[in-house]
């Protein structure tokens, strides 16, 4: 297969092989399997520092106050990732196809425009979160413990600090993407390492180590990113305005992803604020199984998510349906993998909870705990790893509103069942709310994907 070409800016073209459906599918199975394996590694760093954390703390106050901050202030930086892979990834890999030098030139105002207003824009998100924070922890209304609350309330200020510095991360990362590099992947890893070695060197049950474990370890990762791309002449200086001709393409599809990220990403919040009305410790047992679940979904829809969209983008500007052919194959094997990977768990789940976290603090009754929620909450895998097949698919076509409607459905869904679950069975009921979430979230984009609209109708099948 012809190797892409790097224009001057250090970003890989498509060759024109690439667009068949043979090549294309190597290349989503190449990028699956280095994806995997860098993620793997991020997430085993990540399973450290969880081990870490829970011989330090176990399921203390410390934690929740440090998990419920840490979650606030993660949505929008989330929320920014998710946009950027849906809008801006598809755009670069497209832009990448014309090779003429005004097109060259175009591209890189767009991303000096770009990065300049990022950073006007995560300055004044991180202040205004910094300042939301003081007003609902000092007003009480999230329902913490006191003590609890007093913590998070600590924790604030520093914490308010990832927010500029995660959106930064969040868009070099992206670049990185669109380039058809997945080191970033790895680097990822880096705010684990540091927190977990914060936490083991600095001898205190306080939350200290872990809040300037995490502010320093984004930091290392926004300047290890910046140092990569810098090498590959990836960067560009960072300029104010919105004079390049990419900007319109750009905003059509930020609206919707924006409304439609906020909304998946809130159903993290609707469980954060499901689990405080639950006995204390339960916003640490859901966090402690949502970590080891996030080990399995980096193999998966991170790995399947980041080596789709770049072929996705790029083949949809020549032929359509051999994206469709793709996605669809894609998508029911990466649901098989997802029922695989239940049986597997649930057999295992014990094992696991007790090998990562039983020690110290951590004792049998918290491992029974946290197995028992990890166990059904395998439950959202198949459909979670499908759905993301189809999200990287749908966003290559640009239809970002179908997205927009299917994410809407999918959060009041998860908000109704977790209203009614969560009294009623506890965090198990919260992980079956979200199971349901993304079945409702694959069967809808489904269905967005039959609308008579879809771009590939109206293309001939390739020879």
Avoid at 47 to 67: I, Q
Avoid at 69 to 85: D, E, H, K, Q, S
Avoid at 293 to 314: D, E, K, N
Wanted: charged share 10%; aromatic share 8%.
């Amino acid at each position: 297969m012809a190797e892409p070409a790097a224009d001057d800016n250090g970003v890989q073209t498509a060759a024109p092989g690439l667009l068949s459906r043979a090549e294309a599918h190597r290349s989503i199975v190449h990028g699956v399997v280095w994806v995997s394996a860098l993620a793997l590694l991020g997430k085993l760093a990540s399973a450290a520092k969880e081990m870490a954390v829970a011989w330090r703390h176990g399921t203390s106050a410390a934690v929740d106050a440090y998990l419920f901050t840490y979650n606030l202030i993660a949505w929008p930086i989330a929320v920014w990732f998710g946009v950027l892979l849906a809008v801006l990834v598809p755009l670069l890999s497209r832009l990448q196809i014309d090779r003429s030098a005004e097109a060259r030139s175009q591209a890189r105002l767009f991303r000096a425009e770009l990065l300049g207003t990022s950073m006007l824009l995560a300055g004044a998100l991180g202040l205004a979160t910094w300042a939301a924070l003081q007003l609902i922890l000092g007003a009480g209304w999230t329902g913490l413990p006191a003590g609890t609350a007093h913590l998070a309330r600590d924790a604030s200020a520093p914490m308010a600090a990832l927010v500029p510095l995660g959106m930064l991360v969040c868009l070099l990362s992206s670049w990185m993407l669109a380039q058809g590099r997945h080191s970033n992947t790895l680097m990822e890893s880096l705010p684990a390492i540091v927190i977990m070695a914060s936490v083991l060197l600095w001898p205190s049950r306080a939350i200290g180590p872990l809040v300037w474990g995490t502010v320093a370890g984004f930091g290392l990762q926004l300047a290890c990113l910046t140092l990569a791309l810098r090498r590959q002449n990836g960067i560009v200086p960072p300029r104010l305005g919105l004079r390049a001709s990419h900007w319109p393409a750009f905003w059509r599809g930020f609206g919707p992803m924006l409304f439609s990220q906020s909304l998946l990403v809130t159903a993290v919040l609707v469980d954060q604020f499901s689990a405080i009305h639950l006995p204390v410790g339960s916003v640490a047992t859901l966090s402690y199984a949502n970590r080891i679940l996030a080990l399995l979904i980096a193999v998966g829809v991170t790995a399947v998510s980041r080596a789709t969209l770049p072929v996705f983008s790029s083949a949809h500007a020549l032929e359509p349906l051999v994206v469709k052919q793709l996605a669809e194959r894609w998508a029911w094997m990466m649901f098989g993998a997802g029922l695989l990977v239940i049986a597997g768990g649930w057999l295992l789940g014990g094992l696991v909870v007790r090998l990562l976290f039983e020690n110290g603090a951590f004792g049998p009754s918290d491992t029974a705990s946290v197995t028992r929620v990890l166990q059904h909450g395998l439950l959202q895998l198949p459909f979670y790893f499908s759905g993301i097949v189809m999200m990287s698919w749908l966003s290559a076509l640009g239809r970002y509103r179908g997205i927009l409607v299917v994410s809407a459905g999918a959060l009041a869904l998860k908000i109704a069942a977790n209203f009614w679950l969560a009294p009623r069975v506890g965090l198990v009921g919260i992980q079956w709310s979200t199971a349901a979430m993304h079945a409702f979230f694959l069967l809808g984009l489904q269905v967005v994907m039959l609308w008579p609209s879809a771009g590939w109708r109206q293309r001939r099948t390739p020879p």
